[in-house]
């Protein structure tokens, strides 16, 4: 099924206002936001879409402390919309809402959305490097830091459940909906990957208990490194909490940063993704701290290196 | 040294408005490990540590630790809430665990201290 990855995660949350502030800090772009939430775009039009918890027009809350209502998927064509459907339908609930979209729950109890993926196409370039015996990444003149530069999340790239029952949650995804699982973290579960996108993964899933169920994370996709890294120092500076990061995982190979959010979840900045296709042999590690990253930095305020600071205090400090 | 000195100020009393949350460093670690909540007229003092996550600091900005309603102790790395008087985990992954208390000090001035590291907890075990 041409699934291509989630379009948007619907939350109810407690504190619309801190939220909308958040995630405008975060670099989302308010459109037909108000006092009671709205929808919160990256560049290509992904989005987060935020409502009071009390909003009657949300899907009911999955009863603990997530904020997540529900996951919208985008789908190709109206051809797979129609696959899904039939498929859900033969166990479950299928809704038709009048946007045109099917809505259902997952075995874990996860409000599903599908649509005709709602994704702008851009074009823009990815981070570039220069590296000795490699072609120029930039060429003459073109420097590589730029201060001012947007650092914008340029689509929603997945998101993490904590579910209770790992393995029935990943067979759903597998066998009716057609994800493929590219890489297993034992003991704690899959990196799932929908057929219709080439990313290592965009869903995750931790094997927690019942009480826990809900949103882990979620993050965007960054144009590299570096705007990973200058988006998540401007979040610090603007008095957010880095909870893990700046880092570089392994499965998937992409570097992170995670924040505490007021969406009851953590939000992170995500760049430089692995791709895979069919031929792609799933590993399986044990989860660890040093199976779930290559390194981990943590941010400082600027300083510069030089002489002594001014006065005995100051040099007795740096050394 | 008197036991006075060895105290750690944290701020004036009429500095904490009710229902206010507000983040310390009082022993200067470069990031907030206590939190003081006015709450009923009475400041609670908590480490500002997650017990789900092995201590993690809960805020998601500065001395935001509350919820909308102003009536509970969030985490914002899951959502989980904490009652204020008891610090017991009422929703959320850390259920039934509960926030370490500090205890605070209020001096005749209404001057709010913590104990100096290490001497600061009163385990919550005891409690």
Same mark, same amino acid.
């Given at each position: 099924m041409n699934i291509i990855g989630p379009d948007a995660l619907v939350f109810g949350v407690d504190d619309v206002a801190a939220c909308s502030q958040y995630l405008s800090d975060y670099g989302l772009k308010p459109v037909d936001a108000g006092p009671a939430g709205g929808r919160f775009e990256a560049l290509? !039009?992904?989005?987060?879409v935020l409502a009071h918890k009390d909003d009657p027009a949300l899907p009911a809350s999955l009863g603990t402390?997530?904020? =997540?209502?529900?996951?919208?998927?985008?789908?190709?064509?109206?051809?797979?919309?129609?696959?899904?459907?039939?498929? =859900?339908?033969?166990? /479950?609930?299928? @809704? /038709? =809402?009048?946007? $045109?979209?099917?809505?259902?729950?997952?075995?874990?109890?996860?409000?599903? !959305?599908f649509q005709v993926t709602a994704r702008r196409a851009l074009a823009l370039p990815a981070e570039a490097i220069n590296a000795p015996y490699a072609p120029a990444g930039r060429p003459a003149n073109v420097v590589g830091v730029d201060?001012?530069?947007?650092?914008?999340?340029?689509?929603?790239?997945?998101?993490?459940?904590?579910?209770?029952? *790992?393995? @029935?949650?990943?067979?759903?995804?597998?066998? /009716?909906? $057609?994800?493929?699982?590219?890489? /297993?973290?034992?003991?704690?579960?899959?990196?799932? @990957?929908? *057929?219709?996108?080439?990313?290592?993964?965009? =869903?995750?899933?931790?094997?927690?208990?019942?009480?826990?169920? !809900?949103?882990?994370?979620?993050?965007?996709?960054?144009? !590299?490194p570096t705007e990973v890294l200058q988006a998540g120092t401007r979040f610090v500076n603007k008095g957010y909490q880095s909870f893990w990061g700046p880092g570089r995982h392994k499965m998937g190979s992409n570097w992170f940063w995670y924040f505490n959010s007021p969406l009851g979840c953590h939000v992170e900045y995500d760049a430089d993704m692995d791709l895979h296709d069919?031929?792609?042999q799933a590993r399986a590690v044990p989860m660890s701290a040093d199976a779930s990253q290559l390194f981990l930095f943590q941010q400082q305020d600027k300083w510069a290196p030089g002489g002594p600071p001014p006065g005995a205090a100051g040099a007795a400090e740096r050394h | 040294m008197s036991r006075r000195a060895m105290l750690v100020f944290l701020c004036r009393d009429d500095e904490l408005a009710e229902r206010e949350s507000r983040g310390f460093d009082p022993w200067s670690e470069g990031h907030d490990t206590v939190l003081l909540v006015r709450h009923g007229g009475k400041v609670y003092g908590w480490r500002d540590a997650c017990p789900h996550h092995g201590g993690t600091p809960m805020a998601w900005r500065k001395d935001a630790y509350l919820n909308y309603d102003r009536n509970r102790i969030v985490?914002?790395?899951? %959502?989980?809430?904490?009652?204020? &008087?008891?610090?017991?985990?009422?929703?959320?992954?850390?259920?039934?665990?509960?926030?370490?208390?500090? &205890?605070? +000090?209020?001096?005749?001035? %209404?001057?709010?201290?913590?104990?100096?590291?290490?001497? &600061? &907890? +009163?385990?919550w075990q005891e409690q």
């Amino acid at each position: 099924m041409n699934i291509i990855g989630p379009d948007a995660l619907v939350f109810g949350v407690d504190d619309v206002a801190a939220c909308s502030q958040y995630l405008s800090d975060y670099g989302l772009k308010p459109v037909d936001a108000g006092p009671a939430g709205g929808r919160f775009e990256a560049l290509d !039009g992904t989005a987060i879409v935020l409502a009071h918890k009390d909003d009657p027009a949300l899907p009911a809350s999955l009863g603990t402390a997530s904020m =997540l209502r529900k996951t919208i998927y985008g789908v190709a064509d109206q051809q797979t919309l129609g696959a899904i459907g039939a498929e =859900l339908s033969r166990d /479950r609930e299928v @809704k /038709r =809402l009048p946007d $045109g979209s099917i809505e259902t729950v997952d075995d874990m109890g996860f409000v599903l !959305g599908f649509q005709v993926t709602a994704r702008r196409a851009l074009a823009l370039p990815a981070e570039a490097i220069n590296a000795p015996y490699a072609p120029a990444g930039r060429p003459a003149n073109v420097v590589g830091v730029d201060e001012n530069a947007a650092a914008l999340p340029r689509t929603l790239s997945h998101v993490v459940y904590f579910v209770p029952d *790992a393995a @029935k949650a990943e067979a759903f995804y597998v066998e /009716r909906l $057609g994800f493929a699982c590219t890489d /297993r973290l034992l003991g704690a579960g899959p990196f799932l @990957k929908p *057929a219709g996108t080439d990313d290592h993964h965009t =869903l995750f899933m931790i094997q927690t208990p019942p009480f826990m169920k !809900g949103c882990e994370h979620f993050t965007f996709h960054m144009g !590299g490194p570096t705007e990973v890294l200058q988006a998540g120092t401007r979040f610090v500076n603007k008095g957010y909490q880095s909870f893990w990061g700046p880092g570089r995982h392994k499965m998937g190979s992409n570097w992170f940063w995670y924040f505490n959010s007021p969406l009851g979840c953590h939000v992170e900045y995500d760049a430089d993704m692995d791709l895979h296709d069919q031929s792609w042999q799933a590993r399986a590690v044990p989860m660890s701290a040093d199976a779930s990253q290559l390194f981990l930095f943590q941010q400082q305020d600027k300083w510069a290196p030089g002489g002594p600071p001014p006065g005995a205090a100051g040099a007795a400090e740096r050394h | 040294m008197s036991r006075r000195a060895m105290l750690v100020f944290l701020c004036r009393d009429d500095e904490l408005a009710e229902r206010e949350s507000r983040g310390f460093d009082p022993w200067s670690e470069g990031h907030d490990t206590v939190l003081l909540v006015r709450h009923g007229g009475k400041v609670y003092g908590w480490r500002d540590a997650c017990p789900h996550h092995g201590g993690t600091p809960m805020a998601w900005r500065k001395d935001a630790y509350l919820n909308y309603d102003r009536n509970r102790i969030v985490c914002a790395a899951h %959502g989980a809430q904490f009652d204020i &008087e008891s610090g017991s985990c009422v929703l959320g992954p850390c259920l039934g665990q509960s926030l370490q208390r500090v &205890e605070l +000090t209020v001096s005749r001035e %209404g001057h709010i201290y913590i104990r100096p590291q290490g001497e &600061e &907890e +009163t385990s919550w075990q005891e409690q």
